[in-house]
């Protein structure tokens, strides 16, 4: 246990540490939810859907959780090649206790980034149907971080270098992303969208998110809650056999 | 302490560990020595399950570290060749971290990391990101972090690299200290052939991935016929110079150097 607790405050302390890291990784959800929201706010409104901030917010918050999270377990990277790998696996500590450490650790660190995106989200106007559903969003988004996580432990493990690492960035996070239906609704795209939409697990974080901050969705937000914690259980299982593989 | 058979590592077609074969008794201090690219360090994370091995068997006091992985990592500390500290946290946190990991009692792991790091020289520095360190100072902290828990077995894989000679000298006392008082089994490798001469028990020098000789140092100067441990080094393994092939870790280092500034 003690081993968990040591490893999750190091993720805190390297978070809290990388002050210029924080101000850039909040970057791009800014842009996202200031241009994007105020920028074809009125389109989204003329085609009678409402505010267009209201309906982003979630999704730019979601996509925060995401990229932060999958980073943190794509950080076994760095931690490969600074040798800090090495430190920890031939440590007598369960692999399984030291993938779990820094996990939780990386889960933290994400909804904290997404929590940030929240309160500019509220500043620049983002109004959430009652105040007392933030907790509960809060829940979507540890339930988001836990799934991207364990797969950004699953791909980090198995990768030997940062040469795999555009490949991941390009073929899986940004599709992701995209996909989620963070920038648009769910509802009325042609089969092949659907079906993709509907394989990718953000798609129901976000989901979940709007249903609890905005009061409409496309699921129910018991299936998103009951997907993500599924998947994530999953990915947590595969993200630790193959943190258990590692070899230096 | 040490038992090793038949042991083999292949990466592809190349064979790195090519049978080799020693055992190391209880309390004494080995010297693994050869050239670059020899095998040393592949045959450490063999013993230290790092690494799995193609074909033969070890045992670390008795246990299977491919089968009994915990345990066999709660009998040995090592210290590495390359760096292995985490360059965000302090001095103080590295070694905290190490010894939270290695189960070492919070009253012990206080007093022990204010002794180590005052031996070390780092106490003053103690609350530094470790990033901000000389290679030296690095160096000398992942030392002392090897000290904080007292294995039964301590592998050193080339710790004196890049040392100055009163460092130098501060960690083979210590060595020999804990080697003396607490019966500690030390397997080290090193280039320096005067330090193995001056602080091992026996010596076993490997080259192409095979065990050329073992002996005290002595008998293997007497076997070559030579008044230095040096020249009976040169003689066993040749005068060619070798050339390590750049590891993808390696090349990641340069990349990471291109692209983080700095950054961890």
């Given at each position: 246990?003690?081993?968990?607790?040591?490893?999750?405050?190091?993720?805190?302390?390297?978070?809290?540490?990388?002050?210029?890291?924080?101000?850039?990784?909040?970057?791009?959800?800014?842009?996202?939810?200031?241009?994007?929201?105020?920028?074809?706010?009125?389109?989204?409104?003329?085609?009678?859907?409402?505010?267009?901030?209201?309906?982003?917010?979630p999704?730019?918050?979601?996509?925060?959780?995401?990229?932060?999270?999958?980073?943190?377990?794509?950080?076994?990277?760095?931690?490969?090649?600074?040798?800090?790998?090495?430190?920890?696996?031939?440590?007598?500590?369960?692999?399984?206790?030291?993938?779990?450490?820094?996990?939780?650790?990386?889960?933290?660190?994400?909804?904290?980034?997404?929590?940030?995106?929240?309160?500019?989200?509220?500043?620049?106007?983002?109004?959430?149907?009652?105040?007392?559903?933030?907790?509960?969003?809060?829940?979507?988004?540890?339930?988001?971080?836990?799934?991207?996580?364990?797969?950004g432990?699953?791909?980090?493990?198995?990768?030997?270098?940062?040469?795999?690492?555009?490949?991941?960035?390009?073929?899986?996070?940004?599709?992701?992303y995209?996909?989620?239906?963070?920038?648009?609704?769910?509802?009325?795209?042609?089969?092949?969208?659907?079906?993709?939409?509907?394989?990718?697990?953000?798609?129901?974080?976000?989901?979940?998110?709007?249903?609890?901050?905005?009061?409409?969705?496309?699921?129910?937000?018991?299936?998103?809650?009951?997907?993500?914690?599924?998947?994530?259980?999953?990915?947590?299982?595969?993200?630790?056999?193959?943190?258990?593989?590692?070899?230096? | 302490?040490?038992?090793?058979?038949?042991?083999?590592?292949?990466?592809?077609?190349?064979?790195?560990?090519?049978?080799?074969?020693?055992?190391v008794?209880?309390?004494?201090?080995?010297?693994?020595?050869?050239?670059?690219?020899?095998?040393?360090?592949?045959?450490?994370?063999?013993?230290?399950?790092?690494?799995?091995p193609?074909?033969?068997?070890?045992?670390?006091?008795?246990?299977?570290?491919?089968?009994?992985?915990?345990?066999?990592?709660?009998?040995?500390?090592?210290?590495?060749?390359?760096?292995?500290?985490?360059?965000?946290?302090?001095?103080?946190?590295?070694?905290?971290?190490?010894?939270?990991?290695?189960?070492?009692?919070?009253?012990?792991?206080?007093?022990?990391?204010?002794?180590?790091?005052?031996?070390?020289?780092?106490?003053?520095?103690?609350?530094?990101?470790?990033?901000?360190?000389?290679?030296?100072?690095?160096?000398?902290?992942?030392i002392?972090?090897?000290?904080?828990?007292?294995?039964?077995?301590?592998?050193?894989?080339?710790?004196?690299?890049?040392?100055?000679?009163?460092?130098?000298?501060?960690?083979?006392?210590?060595?020999?200290?804990?080697?003396?008082?607490?019966?500690?089994?030390?397997?080290?490798?090193?280039?320096?052939?005067?330090?193995?001469?001056?602080?091992?028990?026996?010596?076993?020098?490997i080259?192409?991935?095979?065990?050329?000789?073992?002996?005290?140092?002595?008998?293997?100067?007497?076997?070559?016929?030579?008044?230095?441990?040096?020249?009976?080094?040169?003689?066993?393994?040749?005068?060619?110079?070798?050339?390590?092939?750049?590891?993808?870790?390696?090349m990641m280092?340069q990349?990471?150097?291109?692209?983080?500034?700095?950054?961890?």
């Amino acid at each position: 246990m003690r081993a968990i607790y040591i490893l999750w405050l190091r993720e805190l302390k390297r978070y809290a540490r990388s002050r210029s890291q924080v101000i850039a990784s909040l970057g791009q959800p800014m842009l996202y939810l200031l241009v994007l929201g105020f920028g074809l706010g009125s389109v989204f409104q003329k085609a009678g859907m409402g505010s267009y901030l209201q309906f982003i917010a979630p999704g730019i918050i979601g996509m925060t959780v995401l990229f932060s999270s999958i980073f943190s377990g794509l950080g076994l990277l760095w931690d490969r090649q600074f040798g800090f790998l090495k430190e920890m696996l031939v440590a007598p500590v369960p692999r399984l206790e030291i993938m779990i450490g820094r996990t939780l650790g990386g889960m933290t660190v994400s909804v904290i980034q997404g929590m940030l995106v929240l309160v500019i989200a509220l500043i620049v106007g983002f109004r959430p149907v009652s105040w007392w559903h933030l907790p509960i969003a809060i829940g979507f988004m540890l339930a988001i971080s836990l799934v991207f996580a364990a797969l950004g432990v699953a791909i980090g493990s198995s990768l030997q270098d940062m040469q795999g690492f555009q490949l991941i960035m390009n073929f899986l996070v940004m599709p992701i992303y995209f996909l989620s239906g963070a920038m648009f609704p769910l509802a009325g795209q042609g089969w092949p969208l659907k079906i993709a939409t509907r394989i990718d697990p953000l798609s129901y974080g976000i989901d979940g998110m709007r249903a609890v901050l905005l009061g409409s969705s496309t699921f129910s937000p018991v299936l998103d809650i009951a997907v993500l914690i599924c998947v994530g259980a999953v990915l947590l299982v595969f993200g630790a056999y193959r943190f258990s593989k590692i070899e230096i | 302490m040490i038992e090793v058979r038949n042991l083999v590592k292949t990466f592809g077609a190349f064979t790195a560990v090519n049978d080799v074969s020693f055992s190391v008794a209880e309390g004494e201090i080995f010297a693994f020595l050869g050239p670059n690219g020899a095998g040393k360090t592949t045959t450490i994370k063999m013993l230290t399950t790092l690494l799995h091995p193609t074909s033969g068997s070890i045992r670390l006091d008795g246990l299977d570290p491919l089968k009994q992985q915990n345990e066999a990592r709660k009998k040995f500390g090592i210290v590495f060749q390359d760096p292995s500290l985490d360059g965000d946290l302090t001095a103080a946190e590295n070694m905290e971290i190490h010894g939270v990991l290695y189960g070492v009692p919070h009253k012990v792991r206080r007093q022990r990391t204010e002794e180590l790091l005052k031996l070390f020289e780092l106490w003053d520095r103690r609350d530094e990101q470790v990033k901000k360190f000389s290679g030296g100072m690095k160096r000398r902290l992942e030392i002392a972090r090897g000290f904080l828990h007292t294995p039964r077995i301590l592998f050193l894989d080339e710790p004196t690299l890049g040392l100055d000679p009163q460092s130098r000298n501060q960690l083979w006392t210590h060595v020999k200290k804990v080697n003396e008082a607490e019966k500690v089994t030390v397997f080290l490798t090193t280039h320096y052939m005067d330090e193995a001469d001056r602080v091992a028990h026996r010596i076993g020098v490997i080259d192409h991935g095979k065990l050329v000789t073992q002996g005290t140092p002595t008998e293997i100067k007497e076997q070559t016929g030579t008044t230095t441990l040096e020249d009976a080094f040169l003689k066993l393994t040749g005068e060619t110079i070798r050339d390590e092939s750049a590891s993808s870790t390696d090349m990641m280092r340069q990349f990471a150097k291109m692209w983080s500034g700095g950054k961890r």
